[in-house]
């Protein structure tokens, strides 16, 4: 009983965030993203699944009596409807035709996130507001982190802690409330660059410390997390901002990079496996999780090979997998619950035809940040463009090692995505005002 008020409760919530204000709407899912738990419901839900059915329906009944719901889509979001075409047709050559259905309802949430979070905020005061709520939830999430990784005690978490996944050596790694510290990178990845770029915005000495602080609980946390490709992934983002800042602030530019070098020198040695960690990154051939990885992406496309148009069906991926794992009985994979690419599952899931239409939407997202930029009047509008696509970038560099969004939380991609788009609608108005230092 009390599930299913839970359940009740967040849909009522989110259909009267998003009827009345969708900012709130989007403001809820900033607060709501780190906490993600099953209900027990006949099926399984997620808190963020209920919440989100209920912004979606209030939105799309605010939307419709304003007239604007087709316009906001079709001129804006429609890049994303190929992809979903293609998840559709997936389901032609499925042999779990709901498994096609669950993968279009996740996708379907993605673009609801994106078109809410795109069109919620009218000027820079609330997107401000919006961007501390969701490095707020994502401290807090750290701090979570940083406490199981301590302490070693599996706390925030359902999963198992100390299962070979969540740790090293015997050193649990930070996961937070995310059951897995690869997921929990992910999330990390898109928070970082942004932390960033507002802590070289601030202009107050106040201010600098304090985002300082939280850069440096980020990527901390990153580190506690174990996660070889959330450190590639963020050193990627971290270098962009960088060299987009130096010409205009060499002097920060040159200190933060003196504290990420430090980090980098220092921590190793104060944490011996982390030390072990990095020194993995030269033993490859001899990594389980690295040899895992390069097997399954030899079977993912031996697997594309078989269905190449339409692939197996969004969702079906275990069940190809399962049947040519018995067609080549001498090959045993040391992962076995995705591919650890996301681009190669989308096309064991959706064909060429799915993985052509999501590098089509993957291209024009970054088009859409940043065409044009030299354009935009004021340097701080231009660096947090630049800040939104280096953190979208490092994520989906991330998703070449793992599955971050198929079967995670990949709305937290979505929501980046859509506060993207929307702030470069804010920017692109006539006159446009200068954004003030969050």
Same mark, same amino acid.
């Given at each position: 009983?009390?599930t ?20 709130w709407a ?14 027990e ?8 699944e ?5 912004v979606?329906l209030?939105?799309?009944l ?6 604007s ?11 994303f ?41 009218r ?15 994502g ?5 979570m982190?940083?406490?199981?990784h ?8 359902s999963?198992a ?8 050596k ?16 992910g ?15 601030q202009?107050?000495?106040r201010?600098l410390?304090?985002m300082?602080?939280?850069?440096l ?7 506690t ?15 962009i901002?960088?060299l987009?800042y ?15 070098i %430090?980090? /980098?020198?220092?921590l190793? $040695?104060? =944490?011996?496996?982390?030390?072990? @960690?990095?020194?993995? +990154?030269?033993? &490859? ?15 993912g ?11 197996h ?21 040391y ?30 997202t ?7 930029l ?18 979208c970038? %490092?994520? /989906?560099?991330?998703?070449? $090692?793992? =599955?971050?969004?198929?079967?995670? @939380?990949?709305?937290h +991609?979505?929501? &980046? ?6 702030y ?7 006159p ?7």
């Amino acid at each position: 009983m009390i599930t299913y008020t839970l359940a009740l409760a967040l849909c009522l919530a989110g259909w009267l965030l998003a009827v009345r204000d969708p900012f709130w709407a989007v403001v809820g899912m900033a607060v709501l993203l780190p906490f993600d738990f099953a209900l027990e419901l006949p099926p399984t839900v997620y808190t963020n699944e209920v919440y989100l059915l209920g912004v979606g329906l209030g939105f799309i009944l605010r939307h419709f009596k304003q007239g604007s719901f087709w316009k906001d889509l079709g001129k804006v979001y429609w890049i994303f409807l190929p992809f979903m075409v293609a998840v559709a047709l997936s389901a032609l050559d499925a042999v779990d035709f709901w498994g096609v259905v669950k993968q279009c309802i996740r996708w379907g949430e993605f673009l609801l996130v994106m078109l809410v979070a795109g069109t919620c905020f009218r000027d820079h005061t609330r997107f401000n507001l919006l961007l501390r709520v969701i490095i707020g939830a994502g401290l807090l999430a750290s701090l979570m982190g940083l406490t199981q990784h301590f302490t070693g005690l599996n706390l925030f978490s359902s999963s198992a802690g100390l299962d070979g996944m969540n740790q090293v050596k015997g050193v649990m790694r930070a996961h937070s409330t995310f059951g897995h510290a690869n997921q929990f990178a992910g999330f990390l990845i898109l928070l970082i660059p942004l932390a960033l770029e507002l802590f070289f915005e601030q202009q107050q000495p106040r201010g600098l410390v304090l985002m300082g602080v939280v850069v440096l609980i980020l990527g901390l946390t990153l580190a506690t997390t174990y996660s070889r490709g959330g450190w590639l992934s963020t050193f990627l983002a971290v270098g962009i901002l960088l060299l987009y800042y130096i010409p205009k602030n060499i002097l920060r530019s040159l200190l933060l990079f003196l504290v990420f070098i %430090a980090l /980098l020198l220092v921590l190793p $040695f104060y =944490v011996s496996k982390l030390n072990s @960690r990095l020194g993995s +990154l030269t033993n &490859v051939k001899e990594d389980t999780a690295v040899t895992g990885r390069v097997f399954y992406q030899k079977l993912g496309w031996r697997l594309i090979a078989q269905k190449p148009v339409f692939g197996h069906g969004g969702g079906n991926y275990l069940i190809a997998i399962q049947s040519s794992l018995k067609a080549y009985p001498g090959e045993t994979p040391y992962l076995d619950k995705h591919i650890h690419n996301l681009y190669t599952q989308i096309g064991v899931e959706t064909g060429l035809l799915g993985l052509a239409a999501f590098s089509f939407f993957i291209i024009m997202t970054f088009v859409r940040l940043l065409r044009n930029l030299k354009t935009i009047p004021t340097f701080a509008d231009r660096a947090m463009l630049v800040a939104l696509a280096a953190s979208c970038l %490092a994520f /989906l560099f991330h998703n070449m $090692f793992d =599955v971050l969004v198929i079967y995670a @939380r990949g709305i937290h +991609l979505a929501l &980046v995505i859509g506060i993207g788009f929307g702030y470069r609608r804010l920017v692109d108005r006539k006159p446009e005002p200068a954004r003030s230092p969050a």
